[in-house]
């Protein structure tokens, strides 16, 4: 039998949809932070087929069979709604900030790379050096610091900067 274009779910099968949509939801942000930082700018492509198989892959599991229009938008409605109250709830929290947005990351010090915290966070020595070159520097020993911003840019310190640590960032001030 025909089925209309704008068939509506069952109101189980709507709240079904919507519970599946609130899960895959936050396993999702869940598991991407955990990925570590990385600028959209910064994406190879492994990470770009990831995004675009991870979103085939839990198409599924949110809407199940259900292929209407009612469907679809009670996903995406889910979504984005939860994207809001997510938002809301980390600018209202810092400690809930803290853990999903994280902090700012030292990954070079006095002109030294950082091993471990680089490989915690996912840097590479070659996106430091492209870091550096941005600066207009061709070697670790001309930069105080490099850190590695929350939103996953790589902020670089000349030497002959003073630094001071606010509560949630690194500032620079530029000594005369």
Request: aromatic share 6%; glycine share 8%.
């Amino acid at each position: 039998m025909y089925k209309h274009i704008f068939d509506y779910p069952t109101l189980t099968g709507a709240l079904i949809i919507a519970a599946k949509t609130a899960v895959v939801y936050i396993v999702l942000i869940l598991g991407l932070r955990f990925l570590g930082k990385r600028e959209l700018g910064q994406m190879n492509i492994y990470d770009l087929v990831l995004i675009v198989v991870l979103g085939n892959a839990v198409q599924n599991a949110m809407i199940n069979n259900d292929n209407t229009l009612g469907g679809g938008i009670i996903a995406a409605f889910v979504l984005l709604a939860l994207n809001r109250i997510f938002n809301r709830v980390i600018e209202r929290s810092s400690k809930i900030e803290r853990f999903m947005v994280g902090q700012p990351v030292l990954i070079v010090n006095q002109g030294h790379m950082l091993h471990k915290p680089m490989t915690r966070e996912g840097v590479t020595k070659e996106q430091v050096m492209a870091a550096l070159r941005e600066h207009g520097m061709m070697k670790t020993s001309e930069a105080h610091m490099c850190v590695l911003e929350v939103d996953g840019s790589i902020s670089v310190v000349p030497n002959g900067s003073h630094v001071y640590r606010t509560k949630r960032r690194f500032r620079a001030v530029r000594l005369p």
